[in-house]
């Protein structure tokens, strides 16, 4: 999550796109920016089952990490920039990522609109846009803006690891399950495989010359400084 702050910073210094793709060392419990969580989760449960807990700097809902990959997009975005474009622009490169593996995605549409960050977890219900396969929701994405650069998060389930999530809870709240890459595909493809169709598609379809990151003194300086934060309980059950 550091990482991800910190690359937002870099991108309202260098004017720079980043798409970030990653996996989790323990399974993780990550919490939406306004998410109330505190009385929700069972801290019994979570210790048993060695499940981490973050809070993003993103909003949405609670998600787990473990059996999915991770991406982000670092930005910078103009006052007068659409969040609506941009999360479709962002869109569009995950669909086609996702069209090379095989995989048809189409974004959702909800007769109604989308409760706030409840403790519903997050791939209970598409929200607008959200990527979904055979009309259950497949990706959960979440965009902050802050002075002029943006940080989407999202999360792509390879396996079915969100229907775990009621059961650490105090007071179970009912969910279908998601779509993941194994259903779609009949097989779970491995992160490397999913990342390599984000970043191909990066290059064929937004930027040829783009090139891995560099991992630079500021970056590493800035999210350093920034950890601090995302370690401490007091950022993580603030709400």
């Not at 993003?56 to 998600?63: C, K, S």
């Not at 048809?104 to 209970?124: H, I, Q």
Request: proline share 7%.
């Amino acid at each position: 999550m550091a990482l991800d702050e910190a690359l937002m910073i870099r991108a309202r210094r260098t004017g720079q796109t980043v798409l970030r793709v990653y996996g989790w060392a323990t399974p993780t419990l990550s919490l939406g920016r306004h998410q109330r969580a505190r009385g929700i989760y069972r801290d019994d449960l979570l210790a048993d089952r060695r499940i981490q807990v973050i809070r993003r700097p993103t909003g949405g809902r609670a998600l787990l990490h473990h059996r999915e990959v991770t991406y982000s997009v670092t930005a910078p975005c103009p006052a007068d920039d659409s969040l609506r474009d941009s999360y479709r622009e962002i869109n569009a490169l995950l669909v086609r990522a996702l069209s090379t593996l095989g995989i048809s995605v189409c974004a959702a549409n909800p007769a109604v609109r989308s409760a706030g960050p409840t403790s519903s977890p997050c791939f209970a219900e598409p929200a607008r846009d959200e990527l979904t396969h055979d009309g259950r929701k497949l990706i959960g994405s979440a965009q902050w803006r802050d002075r002029d650069a943006l940080l989407q998060h999202g999360s792509i389930l390879i396996d079915d690891d969100q229907s775990l999530i009621p059961e650490l809870m105090h007071d179970p709240i009912a969910a279908p399950p998601p779509a993941t890459l194994r259903d779609a595909l009949g097989r779970a493809p491995v992160m490397g495989e999913v990342a390599r169709a984000l970043f191909d598609s990066v290059r064929d379809f937004v930027d040829p010359a783009a090139r891995p990151l560099e991992l630079e003194e500021d970056l590493c300086r800035d999210a350093e400084r920034i950890a601090d934060r995302y370690r401490d309980d007091a950022w993580t059950w603030r709400r």
